[in-house]
Every structure is written in C-alpha cells, then in structure tokens.
C-alpha cells in the first residue's frame, strides 16, 4: 500500500492519529459529557485560544533558535530561519541515510520528495559531493511559511445594490411580504434573537 | 434582641455571622476568575483566606458566589441565543442549519477567525474524524484538523451534526472550502477513516484532492475481522464436550495465526512499490484467502481501483 501513499504529498501523515489525539485534547478540556452546546463551545475557545498562542510560539522558536548541528554543515546555511525544525529534521534523517547508503538517482525512490516535498537521499548525495547548499526554491512552500497569512479580502466588497433592491422591493410588495422581508431581515440583522430550539435531548442511558 | 436585653452573650469570635464573612467586591471577583480557571472551592477558599489573614469567609459565601456568577452570565437567554451571541462576539464564522420548519437546529459549523487564516496558511494536509460523548443532544462533534510547518496539529473548524450521513457531511464540506479565499488553495490531500458517507462526501465536495485512508484503521478492521470470522475450527461445537486442554490449544492457535494474519498485512500495508505489492499480496492471499475467503471479500471492497492486480 506503501506504493500508492507514497506518492501523495502528505507531510507525514498517514493515519487519522492527530485528529484522535485532538479529540482526547478537547475532551480534557470538555471534562463532562453531558454539557450542552454552549459549555461545549466555552471549552472549545478556551482550547483554541491556548492552541493559537503555542503553533506562534513555535513559529518563533524556528525562526530565532539555530541548532547547532545544522550551523556547521554546508548544506543547511541557506535554510535556516527559513524553514521550520521540523523540516530540517526530516532533511537531517533523510542527509544520514544517503551518507550510509550513498544513493544514486535509481534506487532511491524519491519518497521523501513525494510525500514531504523536500529533498530526498540521491539528491542530498548529489549536493554533498558538489559540496552545494539546499537552496530554498527546493522546498516546499508548506515548510517556509512561518508566519500566519492574513485572509485575502476583496477589495471592491459592497452591498448597497442588495441594499437598494431591498428597500425597492419593500415599497412595491403587499403588505404580507413586506412582513415576510421584515422577518428575514430581522434573522440576519439580530442573530442572538434566533428562535431556534436544540434537537430533543435524548433518553438517559443510565438510571432509565 | 428582646426588650433591650440581649438573649445571649457577645461572642468572642465573629466567624459565622454573615455580616463579618461577606466577600469584597475584589474578593468577589477573584472567586470569579478563579472559577473560571476550574479551581475547586476550597481552594479558592485557601486563597482568600492565604490574602486576608483576618478573613472569617466560609464555604459557603464562595459556593453561593459561584451560583451568583454562573446564573448572570446567561441572563435570560435561551442556549442557542447565548451561544450565538458568543460567536458573534468574539468574531467566529459559524453557520446554523435548522430542520424543515425552522424551528430546531440540525447542524451548526463554526470555525475561530484565527483558524480559517491557518487554513488558508496550511493546506496542504486536512485530516476528518468525528467524536461522540461531547454533550447532551448526543451530536456527533466532527473535527477537521490540520499540520502546521513545524509539526504542529491546528484545529481548523467544528461541526455539530445531527446524523453523520452523507447529506451532512456534504453541507460541512461546502462551509469548509468556503472557507478557503482562492481556488489554488485547495487542499492537497485528505485523511480519514472508512466511514462510507465521509468518503462519498469528500469525493463529491473536493473531487481533485487525494483521499487516503487511515491505514491503522485498516488494521484494526483487519485484526477484528480474524479475530470473529477466522476461527480455527469453524463449528467448535461439533464435539459437544471439548477437552478443557483442547481448548486452550485452540486458542493459543488462533492467537497464532491472527498474528500471522496481521504479519503477512502488514508486509502487504508497508510494500513500497507496485511490485512487491502484488507479491505481499500473494503471499497474504495463499495464507489467508484458502482459509477465510470472506476475509478476502471484504478486503477487495476498499481497494476497488487495484482491482486488476487482486
């Protein structure tokens, strides 16, 4: 099955693991599990809020930490503070077993290439021996972003043609659809006042 | 106090009256703050009294205190009304979807404004499960979670659904890539485990991203299915009384040869190239397949595109 995972980029990871542990995270946080949707999402943004300030802590900590195995070699001058440690780990793994095996471009695969997007053993081997850095462009765009890009926004975002229709609209309808126009504008414009119920609560499982 | 007289003596200590054991307003609110960083009562009872060396406060006030708090914060509001004004406080963006009539809520999605600028950041990988147990209703909590450069998990949105059916799923995905500003960005890649509505949704929602199954879910699937179908003696039953030692010797058997089973698996799970797949795969059919054909059966199912090599 290997053949087939191997050749979607998928940075590592084969299996819903991460998703588990981020569900035994946030039930440590839910404690109970018997609150309702609110408590729930009380829990949950406090969970957010913690998890936020650690991925940026993180960040930091690749940008401004340099390890001082990787200061030494050649082959990473060029990378660091630009790539995360996570990165350079895998290229440091991957720069020990073409060291050992001494790869050449046939059997070596090229797995690291296709599931991390960095370069794999016959590559590094070729830049060892030409004593040539790893430049940038060779990693993926994934591994370089160490900041959080803010939302693309529209510049010529508007609504007053919507708006316009509306209070058009408003003056040509009868009167029951002007009362049907109000009560949808009034859903968007006072979403707190929902009238929405909670699906029935379900029959006890104990005690019952 | 009768008549001028009082009816008992002035006690040496005031601790007790409720008066004298009243919280401040500062106190006040640092019983508030500490219950809403989960400490229990008696600690923050500790620490009034570890502030106030003549504080003469008991139990009691920080319990009714808490009651207090925890009554005002939702006013008189509904918890749906209360949770929305949450989200629209601390800017979320969240979408509702109510049953025919409008009058229950089915599914609710809601991702933190932080979240949807990682996503847009990171991504690459998306994983989707759901989890159960969360709340009263009984709704599944469907999570979708991504990786970040340095290795690190970020939780990009939250689901609520009403029924994990493929409906569902398909209404969570659309909010999901929503959420995404431009159509380069689309994920390359999607984890999730073999719920048959999921996959269909994904295929639908985000035909050109790859789908990969949780191979560790396999595995179980794999492992459970030796451990009911596989029996080593089909019909034990058919000696009706079976030697105690027999018995342990068959089950010391079957032990054997599930984890013989899941051995040749997993030669087959980790064959990193098509050949020696299909070689693993031989290998795990001339083992398996003779015995358990229905093993075989439901092991074709998921891996219908390789079905020219099975």
Known sequence: MR?????????????????????????????????????????????????FGEIQGSFGKSITVMVHKYKKNKLFSELEGYVSKAALGFIDKEFERSRRFGFAKEDCGCVQMATFGLP????????????????????HPHWRRLSVIGQEVDAHFSVTEEWDAIQERIKRAPYKMKLFIKYKLRELGFPEETMLKPPPKKVATKGA | ??????????????????????LKAEEKQRVIDMTKSLAKPRNILTNLKGKNKESLTLIKQVYNARTRWRKGQREDKTELQYLITKLEKHQYVYFTRANSEETTLEDLFFAHPDSIDMLNTFPTVLVMDSTYKTNTYRMPLFEIVGVTSTKMTYLVAFAFLSFER??????????????????????????????????????????????VLCYFHI??????????????????????????????????????????????WR????????????????????????????LLNMLRKPFCPLRSIL
């Open chain 2, 1 to 22: 106090m009768l008549c001028g007289i009082h009816n008992h003596d002035l006690a040496p200590k005031l601790s007790g009256h409720l008066f004298a054991g009243r």
């Open chain 2, 219 to 264: 595995e179980k699937n794999v492992k459970s299915r030796c451990v009911t179908d596989c029996r080593v003696n089909a019909k034990p039953s058919k000696a009706k009384v079976v030697d105690k030692d027999a018995k342990e010797a068959d089950d010391d058997k079957h032990c054997e040869l599930v984890k013989k089973i899941v051995r040749a």
């Open chain 1, 120 to 139: 794999c053993a016959c590559i590094l081997a070729e830049k060892r021996k030409k004593k040539l850095p790893i430049l940038l462009d060779e990693i």
């Open chain 1, 3 to 51: 053949a087939w995972t191997n050749k979607y980029l998928h940075l590592g990871c084969r299996t819903t693991n991460i998703v588990v542990s981020a569900h035994a995270q946030l039930k440590i946080y839910l404690r109970s599990s018997v609150g309702d949707l609110a408590s729930c999402w009380d829990e949950i943004d406090k969970m957010l809020k913690n998890q």
């Open chain 2, 166 to 211: 493929e409906n569902n799923f398909i209404w969570t995905l659309e909010m999901l890539v929503g959420l995404l500003t431009s159509k380069r960005n689309m994920p390359k890649v999607i984890i999730t485990d073999k719920d048959p509505a999921l996959m269909k949704a994904v295929a639908k929602v985000l035909p050109k991203t790859d789908h």
């Open chain 2, 267 to 294: 030669d087959v799970v980790n064959s990193p190239t098509e050949d020696s797949f299909a070689i693993a795969w031989l290998t795990f059919k001339d083992e398996v397949g003779g015995l358990f054909p229905c």
